[in-house]
Structure formats: structure tokens, C-alpha cells
């Protein structure tokens, strides 16, 4: 039946083969169609968020400002160095914290697995990224 089937579409293929003709695009198809893609392609220019002269602003405000602080505090403490509490942080013990943790061997376990996996994709992925550049530059 399947063989049938395919020798009848088969003959019903040739015969729409037979009764149709060739196209063929006008003399000057190519021409035309590469003035419209010349023209209408326009390339992209990278233009950074913050030009060169922003940066230099940024700069040398940031460098008036350390300036002007360095200068204008002398070797007294100010204010708001005086209004910090660092006996919070000096007692603090950050050890004792870590020391009550527990973790069960299988989560230390998939913690060093997820951590392994972790490093050995990095360079995997750099490399596929930079395949993918490279093709399209």
C-alpha cells in the first residue's frame, strides 16, 4: 500500500514538474538588489556611555576632593571618626561564629563537588565565548 502510495505521488510530482516553467529574475536583478543593500546598510559606531573628557571630569573631581580633605583635616579626629563604634566590631569574635556551624559530610561533600564544577566550567564557557567572537569578527 505505502509503495502504491509513493509511486503515485512520485508521477504526480513529475507531472508538475513537466507543466511548469523555469523562472529567471530580470537582467539587472543583481544590481538592483545590491543598491538597495548598499544603501540602506549604515555602520554601527561604538560610542562609549562616558566619553574621554567625562572621565577626566570624574577625575579631577575625585582628586580635588581627596585634596581638599587631605588638607583641611589636620592630625586631630574628626567629628565623624569620633561617632563610630568600633568596640562593636573589637568584640565581635567572627571565629566563634564559624565554630558553632555544623555541616553534615554529605553537604561538605556537594559543597566541594559544586565548587570543583564551578572552576572546571570557567574555562569552558571562555572558551566557547571567544570561539563564538572570533567567528563573528
Known sequence: MKDNADRLLESVVEKVMKSSHIESPSPDFTKMVMSYVSTKSTATVYQP???KTGWLIVFGIATAFVIYVYLSTGTDTSEWFEAIDF???ATTNITNF???????QVTSYAMLVFGL???AQIPILKYFIDKRQRKFS
Open 117 to 119: 564544577m564551578l572552576c
Open 98 to 104: 564559624f565554630s558553632k556551624l555544623k555541616l553534615e
Open 87 to 89: 568596640y562593636v566590631i
Open 49 to 51: 556611555l562616558i566619553s
